[in-house]
């Protein structure tokens, strides 16, 4: 699956308004985690984030980094 078929699903099956991966962009995927692990803990194993969503994180939070130390060595 590509990411428009992604987003066709989620806008056709849960009713979306707005693209899943643009809110998920907007909201920020740490956020989410952080949001996840606080329902996992009030309400269960269910809510626990998907350990690719976790790793995803750390990748945004270390490719923004490297973008910022780059822009300020230009």
Avoid: C
């Avoid at 750390?58 to 490719?63: D, M």
């Amino acid at each position: 699956s590509d990411i428009a078929e992604i987003e066709k699903a989620a806008q056709l099956g849960l009713g979306l308004k707005k693209p899943l991966f643009q809110t998920a962009k907007e909201i920020g995927i740490r956020n989410i985690v952080n949001e996840l692990n606080q329902l996992s803990t009030k309400y269960g194993k269910f809510y626990e984030p998907d350990p690719l969503l976790v790793s995803m994180q750390w990748l945004v939070q270390e490719f923004s980094l490297q973008h910022l130390l780059r822009y300020q060595h230009q």
